[in-house]
């Protein structure tokens, strides 16, 4: 969440960005153990205008202070601008947000000239001023040097006992500065998170606003409401996305992809018209064009597949490398192996990559016809236009343009009985 709020203050270019943290605060550290940060510790939580006023002795006095709320993610890069600019030539611009129902919002009392004259907080209102549907978002912009003074004059004479920052709004007033309310189109965006039910909201305002740019750039999804990324997603031309599916990471689609219902991509890069099918999950694979995976497939780390490849359903992929119009159908495990291109991996079949203690590589060369419910026990080699025969189970290589068959000879038992349950007394 926080991560959110950094990006977007970076956005404006700005001098420094400060963090004021307080209890457990040092978890939140170690998490942006290297971004540029300049962080101060609130030792005592006593209230948002103290919080401020923690990072304001190393700002120099005439630099803009640009206040955000680290439980508000959704705030956009022009919002941000647009508060910052009315901050100029005004001694302070305030954020508000008109909201159907403000219940729990501090009130915006504005004067007859339209300026803002005070902040009244929810627990404080009288009953008219309850009324009040323009709230304050708690974002603000102003002088360093008068921010200062503003929250040095306030005091803790509120329900609360804490030193509201929304009372500089007073206090500027007071000393005859401007205080201009900017109004905010969407209120979503200054949404404030304190439990996880106003984190699902915003998380679902999130990724609406992720679709919408997505489609505004020519995807097509089928249903916005049921549409996850966590991370970032990079789109090509006429790409289509199914419901339920969720992109976790760095992911990349390329022109003319599909992706089915259901699918989990993972810090993946997808072949322009790659298809997906439902259920599939892919994580930090690469695709070429025009391959075709799923239903019900897993491909793991370290695939790679090149052009027009099909992987089957039922069908995982683990660090292996797939060459060019080759297809692992059905029901297949292959893991630690590569495969050359035109090769057809039959149904049922198994690389045996691992001994108990090392992983093993298997290698399968251009044109091979494996058939189903073979056994492969790497390390292992598969020579080129090599065909091995259904049921077997090879632990030496075979040669090329062969048929290699291993099979243990089948036997009949005649008169044998299948055992039977006993009947109980």
Same mark, same amino acid.
């Given at each position: 969440?926080?991560?959110h709020?950094?990006?977007?203050?970076?956005s404006?270019?700005?001098?420094?960005?400060?963090?004021?943290?307080?209890?457990?605060?040092?978890?939140?550290r170690?998490a942006?153990?290297?971004?540029d940060?300049?962080?101060?510790?609130?030792?005592?939580?006593?209230g948002t205008g103290h919080a401020?006023?923690?990072?304001? *002795?190393?700002?120099?006095d005439?630099?803009?202070?640009l206040?955000?709320?680290?439980?508000? *993610?959704?705030?956009?890069?022009?919002?941000?601008?647009?508060?910052?600019? $009315?901050?100029?030539?005004?001694?302070?611009a305030?954020l508000t947000?008109?909201?159907?129902?403000?219940?729990?919002?501090?009130?915006v009392?504005?004067?007859?000239?339209?300026?803002?004259?005070?902040?009244?907080?929810?627990?404080d209102?009288?009953?008219?001023?309850s009324?009040i549907?323009?709230v304050?978002?708690?974002?603000?912009?102003?002088p360093?040097?008068?921010?200062?003074?503003?929250?040095?004059?306030i005091?803790?004479?509120? $329900?609360?006992?804490?030193f509201?920052?929304?009372?500089?709004?007073?206090?500027a007033?007071?000393?005859?500065?401007?205080?201009?309310?900017?109004a905010?189109?969407?209120?979503?965006?200054?949404?404030?998170?304190?439990d996880?039910?106003?984190?699902?909201?915003?998380e679902?305002?999130?990724?609406?606003?992720?679709?919408?740019?997505?489609?505004?750039a020519g995807?097509?999804?089928a249903?916005p409401?049921?549409?996850d990324?966590r991370?970032?997603?990079?789109?090509?031309k006429d790409?289509?996305i199914?419901?339920n599916?969720?992109?976790?990471?760095?992911?990349?689609?390329?022109?003319?992809?599909?992706?089915?219902p259901?699918?989990?991509?993972?810090?993946?890069?997808?072949?322009?018209?790659t298809?997906?099918h439902?259920?599939?999950?892919?994580?930090?694979?690469?695709?070429g064009?025009?391959c075709?995976?799923?239903?019900?497939?897993?491909?793991?780390?370290g695939?790679?597949?090149?052009?027009?490849?099909?992987?089957?359903n039922?069908?995982?992929?683990?660090k292996?490398?797939?060459?060019e119009?080759?297809?692992?159908?059905h029901?297949?495990y292959?893991?630690?192996?590569?495969?050359g291109?035109?090769?057809?991996?039959?149904?049922?079949t198994?690389?045996?990559?691992?001994?108990g203690?090392?992983?093993?590589?298997?290698?399968?060369g251009?044109?091979?016809?494996?058939?189903?419910g073979?056994?492969?026990?790497a390390?292992?080699?598969v020579?080129a236009?090599?065909?091995?025969?259904?049921?077997?189970?090879l632990s030496?290589?075979?040669?090329?343009n062969?048929l290699?068959?291993?099979?243990?000879?089948?036997? $009949?038992? *005649?008169?044998?009985?299948? *055992?039977?349950?006993?009947?109980a007394?």
């Amino acid at each position: 969440m926080l991560a959110h709020v950094i990006e977007r203050a970076r956005s404006l270019n700005p001098h420094g960005i400060h963090v004021v943290y307080g209890h457990g605060g040092e978890a939140v550290r170690g998490a942006f153990a290297d971004a540029d940060l300049v962080w101060h510790e609130q030792a005592e939580q006593l209230g948002t205008g103290h919080a401020v006023l923690q990072a304001l *002795p190393s700002i120099p006095d005439d630099h803009c202070v640009l206040v955000i709320y680290g439980d508000v *993610p959704l705030i956009s890069d022009s919002t941000l601008e647009v508060l910052v600019h $009315s901050a100029e030539g005004a001694g302070l611009a305030l954020l508000t947000a008109e909201l159907d129902d403000p219940a729990g919002y501090g009130r915006v009392q504005r004067g007859l000239d339209a300026s803002v004259v005070s902040i009244v907080e929810d627990a404080d209102a009288t009953e008219e001023q309850s009324k009040i549907t323009e709230v304050n978002t708690g974002l603000m912009a102003g002088p360093a040097d008068r921010l200062r003074e503003w929250i040095e004059r306030i005091d803790q004479s509120n $329900s609360q006992g804490e030193f509201y920052l929304t009372d500089v709004v007073a206090n500027a007033v007071d000393s005859g500065a401007n205080v201009v309310g900017v109004a905010i189109d969407n209120a979503h965006e200054a949404l404030g998170i304190n439990d996880r039910l106003q984190l699902a909201v915003a998380e679902r305002a999130l990724q609406r606003r992720v679709a919408e740019s997505l489609m505004s750039a020519g995807a097509g999804i089928a249903d916005p409401a049921r549409f996850d990324v966590r991370g970032e997603i990079e789109v090509g031309k006429d790409v289509f996305i199914d419901v339920n599916s969720v992109f976790i990471g760095k992911v990349t689609l390329g022109d003319g992809c599909q992706i089915g219902p259901n699918s989990v991509i993972k810090d993946s890069s997808i072949g322009r018209g790659t298809i997906i099918h439902s259920n599939s999950v892919l994580d930090k694979c690469e695709t070429g064009a025009k391959c075709e995976i799923g239903p019900f497939a897993r491909l793991r780390p370290g695939t790679k597949l090149a052009d027009k490849v099909k992987i089957g359903n039922f069908v995982e992929i683990k660090k292996s490398e797939i060459g060019e119009g080759s297809k692992v159908n059905h029901l297949s495990y292959v893991g630690d192996t590569t495969i050359g291109n035109m090769v057809n991996v039959g149904a049922g079949t198994i690389t045996c990559n691992y001994d108990g203690a090392n992983k093993h590589r298997t290698t399968i060369g251009d044109g091979v016809f494996i058939g189903s419910g073979v056994n492969l026990v790497a390390p292992i080699e598969v020579g080129a236009d090599a065909t091995i025969g259904a049921g077997s189970t090879l632990s030496k290589n075979a040669p090329k343009n062969e048929l290699t068959v291993a099979r243990s000879r089948q036997t $009949s038992i *005649p008169g044998w009985k299948r *055992p039977t349950k006993k009947t109980a007394k």
